[in-house]
């Protein structure tokens, strides 16, 4: 199997999708390749294309925000992106880019091979849960595919917009540490089987 720089070598000469025309450079990911946890945003944006690392503008910095909140740092997690090249005018990826960026997307999947994969927002969700799935219905779920657990929730720049989003991302983000602690103390199963009440009370998986 390759390994994350040969990956990241791989996403750099890539050319297979119109979104390398306007990019300043393919931003792969940060954080630990070790890490359980790993997190898919939408795409680069100005700042992120200008540094070559995803999350580091003002949604980044809500994120970083909401990671301590539940006390999960830069070592507990890998942070990347459903396209690796900006959109312009940060516009959503067409469908096109989502599938073209999909090999990369898999290739970091089967390298780090992390038990919970965090969906930030639409994009993320519907490239990974399929094209018809809304974010809003399945946020605040536990969708285990292939031997992994997939948290959807919202992204950090929809929370920037409309802070009625932020007690549910709290909400969800407190569960996935939680499920995160238990798998470092292997009981996993616990994750698994325990029952997670929504907001608003209601079961949410
Ligand atoms: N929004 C994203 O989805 N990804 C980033 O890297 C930055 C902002």
Redesign the pocket.
């Known amino acids: 199997m390759a390994d994350l720089e040969e990956l990241r070598r791989s996403a750099q000469a890539c050319t297979d999708c119109v979104l390398h025309e306007g990019r300043t450079q393919v931003?792969f990911g940060r954080g630990n390749p070790a890490a359980r946890i790993l997190l898919v945003?939408?795409?680069?944006?100005k700042?992120?294309d200008l540094q070559g690392?995803?999350?580091?503008?003002a949604?980044?910095q809500l994120l970083d925000k909401i990671l301590a909140a539940v006390d999960l740092s830069e070592q507990d997690v890998y942070?990347s992106?459903?396209v690796l090249c900006r959109p312009p005018k940060n516009r959503a990826p067409e469908p096109t880019e989502v599938s073209a960026c999909a090999r990369h997307r898999s290739a970091l999947l089967a390298v780090l091979d992390p038990p919970i994969v965090v969906l930030?927002?639409a994009?993320?969700t519907k490239a990974v849960l399929g094209p018809k799935t809304s974010v809003t219905a399945v946020r605040g779920s536990r969708i285990v595919q292939d031997g992994r657990a997939y948290y959807p929730t919202f992204?950090?720049?929809a929370l920037l917009r409309d802070p009625s989003k932020k007690r549910p991302v709290w909400h969800d983000f407190q569960r996935i540490a939680k499920d995160y602690r238990l798998i470092l103390d292997g009981a996993a199963d616990d994750a698994e089987t325990e029952p997670w009440p929504a907001p608003d009370g209601a079961e949410s998986r």
């Open positions: 931003v945003g939408e795409g680069p944006g700042d992120e690392l995803p999350f580091v503008g949604a980044g942070i992106n459903t930030l927002g994009t993320a992204h950090p720049a």
